[in-house]
């Protein structure tokens, strides 16, 4: 028979290791990523860094080994996520994306639910100035040699489009409608790093030249050039979309019609990936940032604040000011992992 002493030891030792399991069960909960690795990826453009930061914080205080980022052009990064050479991608847009994420392998392959940032616009624009003097208000008008000639950086005689960075979903947009609205004689698109060729489009605003460019918001750009006051966008003479939007009318609520459809932005992730991680899965469901404060952040790079710092000084500022609501997305998310 156990005397006393051994009674009392068991006991103690019992009750103490309860209390370690009930420990890590709770730590388990707090932290349902720990041990877990995620890669995540993002397109060439800086201005993405910020919204890909806060996902990547958010996983960290769930215990995921969040890695640094790794650049791939929209196609190929959707295909990495297919593939599950990358984690997950904060700057999903839909529909202008649908053909990279369908051609990846679609749902099958990749998760996407809920909606990281909805209202997004894209569409071609020209300065005001000359937008009134000559009332241009359709891209089709660029047609006509005299307009176009207008628009002429280089003296061939066609309009010089800013355009799109080769690898991007509105390089095929552009591309199509050129052809779609008959105007590839007189439109020339010019490519490039898309950080680059618009500071030089700003340039060239500011000393009095007229300027013909594509741009999508939320983005800084609008709030260096705002439309209305210094430039305007441009309708398209009808609807024109490549791949399986073919048949897509793209005129929006207001009765404007840009050429493209009104976009969401979406977290995407390996679909394996997601479903053995529970937690991780719900953050990408139902985190929800405004376009306004994507904007708001990026003209603070676009005024100088554009380091790796600086964008992680504004992610963990934005953090602050809304604890509340990230901590709403924690608590689901380690939730969702029970």
């Not at 005299?146 to 947009?173: H, M, R, S, Y």
């Not at 939320?218 to 210094?230: A, H, K, Q």
Request: glycine share 8%; hydrophobic share 40%; charged share 20%.
């Amino acid at each position: 028979m156990l005397d006393r002493f051994t009674r009392s030891s068991i006991a103690a030792l019992t009750a103490a290791g309860i209390g370690l399991i009930a420990g890590g069960a709770a730590l388990a909960q707090d932290m349902p990523g720990e041990g877990v690795t995620v890669t995540p990826l993002k397109s060439s453009i800086a201005e993405e860094t910020f919204q890909t930061m806060l996902v990547m914080k958010a996983l960290e205080e769930l215990g995921y080994d969040v890695e640094d980022i790794r650049e791939l052009e929209y196609a190929a990064a959707h295909v990495a996520i297919a593939n599950g050479d990358g984690t997950f991608l904060a700057d999903h847009w839909d529909p202008l994306h649908i053909d990279f994420f369908n051609q990846a392998g679609g749902d099958e392959k990749i998760y996407r639910e809920g909606t990281y940032s909805p209202g997004a616009l894209q569409g071609y624009l020209i300065d005001k100035a000359t937008a009134d003097e000559y009332g241009i208000t359709n891209i089709e008008q660029m047609q006509d040699p005299e307009i176009a000639a207008l628009f002429d950086n280089n003296d061939d005689g066609k309009a010089d489009l800013t355009g799109c960075t080769p690898g991007w979903g509105c390089e095929q947009v552009i591309e199509h409608q050129l052809d779609a609205f008959e105007l590839r004689d007189t439109v020339t698109h010019n490519q490039g790093s898309y950080s680059a060729i618009i500071a030089d489009t700003i340039t060239r605003y500011e000393n009095g030249e007229p300027i013909f460019y594509y741009t999508w918001t939320p983005y800084w750009i609008s709030g260096v050039l705002v439309p209305g006051e210094d430039v305007v966008w441009l309708e398209v003479p009808f609807s024109s979309l490549p791949g399986e939007r073919a048949d897509v009318d793209t005129t929006l609520p207001n009765g404007k019609n840009y050429g493209f459809q009104a976009n969401t932005q979406h977290i995407i992730a390996n679909r394996e990936w997601a479903e053995a991680n529970p937690a991780a899965a719900k953050l990408f469901a139902i985190m929800e940032l405004p376009s306004n404060d994507i904007s708001a952040q990026n003209l603070l790079m676009q005024e100088g604040q554009d380091s790796e710092a600086d964008i992680e000084r504004h992610t963990d500022g934005w953090i602050e000011a809304n604890r509340e609501t990230f901590d709403g997305w924690l608590e689901e998310a380690r939730a969702a992992a029970q």
